[in-house]
T-cell receptor, first 113, second 110 residues
Framework: NAGVTQTPKFQVLKTGQSMTLQCAQDMNHNSMYWYRQDPGMGLRLIYYSASEGTTDKGEVPNGYNVSRLNKREFSLRLESAAPSQTSVYFC????????????FGSGTRLTVV | GEDVEQSLFLSVREGDSSVINCTYTDSSSTYLYWYKQEPGAGLQLLTYIFSNMDMKQDQRLTVLLNKKDKHLSLRIADTQTGDSAIYFCAEGDSWGKLQFGAGTQVVVTP
């Protein structure tokens, strides 16, 4: 049982380049989330998807777009990367209405130069 | 939104007990959680407590909840070097959506 899988694990982009971070879960969870983690700032929610077919903005959505491709997959796209988007990105999933918390992926470390 | 606050850093000697504190503001929280993040890894769920409980014990971990003061704590008995990590407190609503604190960096010294 893989849980939540994120790809790639590491990426270096030049300013202005675009890329998509991939996330897939195999636990049949309804809800999925994208966070970024920066030193001293904890986890900040970028976007979330409460169920297949819906997406909503979180705390820091500017510069990002998301796609809930199906129940398993939730991707995060940077259309024109900026150095301020250098961060570690985590995907998580949960059962809607469940109380078992979130299951996190192992993260993508992104550097924008 | 609602806030979850934690102290940022805790230093503890190996073999001592660690106590990590957290305060939250949403009185409608149904569950409260503690996550552990080791260097270079994602967050792993350590334990959780239902909001109508006062205490939960799980091996070396003890969670105390004071609902009146909206205060949550995690006690780690006999702290080991492998307990060095960032610990996140989180509150969950009835939909299962979580709000995280900024994390407490725990450093265990020999």
């Amino acid at each position: 049982n893989a849980g939540v899988t994120q790809t790639p694990k590491f990426q270096v982009l030049k300013t202005g380049q675009s890329m998509t971070l991939q996330c897939a879960q195999d636990m049949n969870h309804n809800s999925m989330y994208w966070y970024r983690q920066d030193p001293g700032m904890g986890l900040r929610l970028i976007y979330y998807s409460a169920s297949e077919g819906t997406t909503d903005k979180g705390e820091v959505p500017n510069g990002y777009n998301v796609s809930r491709l199906n129940k398993r997959e939730f991707s995060l796209r940077l259309e024109s990367a900026a150095p301020s988007q250098t961060s570690v990105y985590f995907c998580a999933s949960s059962e809607r209405g469940g109380n078992y918390g979130y299951t996190f992926g192992s993260g993508t470390r992104l550097t924008v130069v | 939104g609602e806030d979850v606050e934690q102290s940022l850093f805790l230093s503890v000697r190996e073999g001592d007990s660690s106590v990590i504190n957290c305060t939250y503001t949403d009185s409608s929280s149904t569950y409260l959680y503690w996550y552990k993040q080791e260097p270079g890894a994602g967050l792993q769920l350590l334990t959780y407590i239902f909001s109508n409980m006062d205490m939960k014990q799980d091996q070396r971990l003890t969670v105390l909840l004071n609902k009146k003061d909206k205060h949550l704590s995690l006690r780690i008995a006999d702290t080991q070097t492998g307990d060095s990590a960032i610990y996140f407190c989180a509150e969950g609503d009835s939909w299962g959506k979580l709000q995280f604190g900024a994390g407490t960096q725990v450093v265990v010294t020999p």
